[in-house]
Nanobody, 113 residues
Framework: QVQLVESGGGLVQPGGSLRLSCAASGSSINTMGWYRQAPGKQRELVAAITSRGDINYAEPVKGRFTISRDNAKNTVYLQMNSLKPEDTAVYYC?????????WGQGTQVTVSS
């Protein structure tokens, strides 16, 4: 069983920055990542990082968001810069261990003036 605890969401003006964190319990976690879900839309991948450090970004966030990971702490981070109103969503952390995927509770990110 893996438990994920997210933090760092909030309200920010367009062009601003936020940093999300997600701490996972347990060990032997492979890929960790961030998804988001805006009202009326499907959940979509934002970025993911494997335990080796291989990274994948969704096109809309390339060049603005940076995912990183501290394997010793089982923690994944998402640095979000140059935020846009269309980035507004609930952001979910996920972690893969074996064949199972675990999800965090979600954290709200609102980009508005």
């Amino acid at each position: 069983q893996v438990q994920l605890v997210e933090s760092g969401g909030g309200l920010v003006q367009p062009g601003g920055s936020l940093r999300l964190s997600c701490a996972a319990s347990g060990s032997s976690i492979n890929t960790m990542g961030w998804y988001r879900q805006a009202p009326g839309k499907q959940r979509e991948l934002v970025a993911a990082i494997t335990s080796r450090g291989d990274i994948n970004y969704a096109e809309p966030v390339k060049g603005r968001f940076t995912i990183s990971r501290d394997n010793a702490k089982n923690t994944v981070y998402l640095q979000m810069n140059s935020l846009k109103p269309e980035d507004t969503a609930v952001y979910y952390c996920d972690a893969n261990k074996g064949l199972r995927t675990y999800w965090g509770q979600g954290t709200q990110v609102t980009v508005s003036s």
